[in-house]
C-alpha cells in the first residue's frame, strides 16, 4: 500500500507579506471582483497558507488533489465526483458498472472532453493515469487496490481489481486524469488539463493564478480568474483588513476581530482533533512501520491499560474546549467521520467525570501522595504531543491536560516537529492529530490491524473482518453497516460504550473559518475534511458577486 505522508509536501516558501502585496507586483489589482462595470474578467483573490501550496505542482499523479488534504483538482477533470449531498455524480464518465464479484468496474466515457493542447481524452489517458499511480513510490493516491487500467476502447476504461474495494470511488472522485502524450517531469509546473481553470501564472512561495478553460464541456465557470495567495495567518488577516484579498482564512482566536466590509464565513467540516492512546504495553512489541515509512518502537505503559482509556474519553469536557479554545467554532468530536453516513451513534461518550473515576479506581489506579494516580508502580503520567507552530492544538492540548487533573492523570503537552519528535513516537506516545474526510477509508486505515494510521497498534480481528466485510459490500451504500459494526458490534469495537477499546480520545470538529467580503456569493460547500485550504474552493466557479 501507498505510504500516505502526514508531513506537508511544502515547507518553508517565504511569505507574502500584506504589506506589499499590491506594491510587490503580485496579483496584479485589488480584490473585490475586478468586473464589475469595468470591463473586466470576474476575479477572486483567495489568501490560504503557506502549507496550502503544493511543492510538488499541478500534479495528481504526485499528490495534487488527492492524499492527505483531499480536494477537487480544478486543472483536471475527474471520473466521477460528489455533490453538496456527497453522492456519486458523473464528469468524465456517462456511466460506470461493477462486476457481482467486485473485481472489474467498466467506465464508460464521454466523447467531447479535450486537453487544453487541444487533444481528445480518451480512455488510454485514464488507464495510463491510474497505472502510472500504481508504478510510483511518490503518489499519495492510494490505488494499491488496482491491478491494472485497460482501456478497451476510445471511451471504455476497464479497471481489474486485485481485491473488491468500493471504496475505490472516493478517490477517483479526486483524482485528476492526466494526458499521456504530455506527462513528463516537468508536468507539475506545466500541468495540461481538460478541467475548469488553466494555470495562467505561478510564482512560487507568492501566489497561484488560474483563468477558465475556454474549451471545458461543462458550464463556463461564473468566476473566470482565480488568485490564490500564500501568507501566514495573521498576514492573512492583515491583507483583509487592508482591502487586498477577497477571502481569507482565520481561526477562533482571531475569528472576533471581522474587518470592516466583511463579515465572517463559517463552514462546517469532518476535520476532527482526536488523541491517539497507544494500547500495547513498552516493550511487548517490535517496531511497526508508521505513516512516514520507518520502523519505530511501540508501546505505553499508562494508556495500555483499559481502564485509564476508558476513563480519559469520560473525563474529557467536550463542551468545555470547544468554548474555551474554538471560540463555540466546532463541534464534539466522538470519531473519524462524525455525522456521516458511517459515522456510529455507538462512539458517543458524554462527559462523567464520576464514572472516570470509578474506573480508575475499579482498574487498580489508587491516588498518590501527591494526587496523581499509580497502579503497580506505573504513575499516570504521559506526555501529550502536538505539532509546533499550531496555536490550536496547543490549546487544545492543554486544556485537555487541565481537565485530566481532576482525575489524578498527569498530562505533560509537547510540541514537536513531525518528522523529528512526533513520527518516532507514534506509537509509544500520545499525540494529538488532525483527521477528517468525507470518506470511510480515514476511519479504515486507522481502524484496521495493519492500517497505515493504526498509530494506537490495536489489532482485532473481529473488527479486521467488519472492515474487510465493508470494502467487499456490492455498493458503496451497503459498505456503511460494516463499518459502524468495526466500531461497536455489541461485543467489540474501538469505541468506548460499554466496553470497547477505546484507542483515541476525540475531541472536536473544528469549523473551517474565513474572511469573506460581504458581497462575495460563495457558493453552498461540502462538509469540509482536513486541512483548511483548497476544499473551500472546490466550487470557486459557481461563486458570483453582487452588486
Known amino acids: ?299 505505553n505503559d499508562v494508556t495500555c491499560d483499559l481502564a485509564m482509556r476508558r476513563a480519559l474519553n469520560y473525563g474529557v469536557d467536550r463542551d468545555a474546549m470547544i468554548k474555551n479554545v474554538l471560540n463555540g467554532y466546532g463541534t464534539k468530536a466522538y470519531s473519524v467521520g462524525d455525522g456521516m453516513p458511517w459515522a456510529s451513534e455507538d462512539m458517543k461518550v458524554e462527559t462523567d467525570v464520576a464514572k472516570a473515576k470509578k474506573i480508575l479506581d475499579e482498574g487498580g489506579w489508587k491516588p498518590g501522595k501527591d494526587g496523581i494516580r499509580e497502579k503497580d508502580g506505573v504513575r499516570a503520567a504521559f506526555d501529550l504531543l502536538y505539532a509546533s507552530g499550531d496555536s490550536v492544538r496547543q490549546a487544545l492540548a492543554y486544556e485537555f491536560a487541565n481537565q485530566m487533573k481532576a482525575l489524578g492523570v498527569e498530562v505533560t503537552p509537547k510540541g514537536g516537529d513531525w518528522d523529528t519528535d512526533l513520527y518516532p513516537a507514534q506509537f509509544t506516545t500520545p499525540i494529538l492529530w488532525g483527521w477528517g474526510s468525507n470518506a470511510p477509508v480515514e476511519l479504515y486505515e486507522l481502524t484496521y490491524s495493519t492500517g497505515w494510521g493504526n498509530v494506537a497498534a490495536y489489532d482485532s480481528k473481529d473488527i479486521d473482518k467488519h472492515l474487510d466485510a465493508a470494502l467487499a459490500a456490492p455498493s458503496v451504500e451497503e459498505s456503511y453497516e460494516h463499518y459502524k459494526l468495526a466500531q461497536w458490534d455489541e461485543k467489540a469495537g474501538v469505541g468506548v460504550a460499554p466496553q470497547g477499546a477505546a484507542t483515541w480520545v476525540w475531541l472536536a470538529n473544528v469549523d473551517h473559518l474565513y474572511f469573506k467580503r460581504s458581497n462575495l456569493k460563495v457558493a453552498q460547500q461540502k462538509p469540509h475534511p482536513h486541512g483548511h485550504g483548497w476544499s473551500l474552493a472546490n466550487n470557486v466557479d459557481q461563486w458570483t458577486w453582487s452588486a
Open 1 to 299: 500500500m501507498a505510504q500516505i505522508s502526514r508531513r506537508s509536501f511544502m515547507k518553508g516558501f517565504g511569505l507574502l507579506s500584506a504589506a506589499g502585496l499590491l506594491g510587490s507586483g503580485l496579483v496584479g489589482c485589488g480584490g473585490q471582483g475586478q468586473g464589475q462595470g469595468e470591463g473586466k474578467a470576474s476575479q477572486v483573490i483567495i489568501a490560504m497558507s503557506p502549507s496550502s501550496e503544493p511543492a510538488a505542482g499541478f500534479d495528481p499523479c504526485v499528490s495534487w488533489g488527492c492524499g492527505e488534504h483531499v480536494h477537487e483538482p480544478l486543472i483536471q477533470s475527474t471520473l466521477i465526483t460528489t455533490n453538496i449531498d456527497l453522492e456519486f455524480v458523473n464528469d468524465l464518465a456517462t456511466s460506470y458498472e461493477c462486476s457481482k464479484d467486485g473485481m472489474t468496474w467498466t467506465f464508460t466515457l464521454r466523447d467531447d472532453a479535450k486537453f487544453s493542447d487541444g487533444q481528445p481524452l480518451t480512455a488510454a489517458d485514464v488507464a495510463f493515469t491510474i497505472n502510472t499511480i500504481n508504478a510510483s513510490e511518490t503518489a499519495q493516491a492510494d490505488l494499491s487496490m488496482v491491478k491494472e487500467a485497460v482501456a478497451l476502447d476510445g471511451t471504455t476504461v476497464e479497471l481489474r481489481m486485485a481485491k473488491p474495494n468500493n471504496a475505490l470511488l472516493y478517490t477517483l472522485a479526486v483524482l485528476g486524469i492526466v494526458p499521456e502524450h504530455a506527462y513528463g517531469k516537468d508536468y507539475g509546473a506545466k500541468p495540461v488539463g481538460s478541467g475548469r481553470y488553466l494555470l495562467e501564472q505561478w510564482d512560487q512561495g507568492q501566489q497561484i493564478i488560474f483563468k477558465a478553460n475556454p474549451d471545458y464541456y461543462g458550464d463556463a465557470p461564473l468566476m473566470e480568474r482565480v488568485v490564490v495567495v500564500f501568507m501566514e495567518e495573521d498576514a492573512a488577516m492583515a491583507a483583509a483588513k487592508a482591502g487586498e484579498v477577497d477571502i481569507a482564512y482565520t481561526s477562533a482566536l482571531l475569528a472576533d476581530n471581522v474587518p470592516d466590509g466583511y463579515e465572517l464565513f463559517v463552514c462546517e467540516s469532518v476535520d476532527s482533533r482526536g488523541i491517539s492512546l497507544p494500547t500495547r504495553p513498552a516493550g511487548e512489541d517490535a517496531a511497526r512501520v508508521g505513516m512516514d515509512g520507518a520502523e519505530h518502537a511501540v508501546g
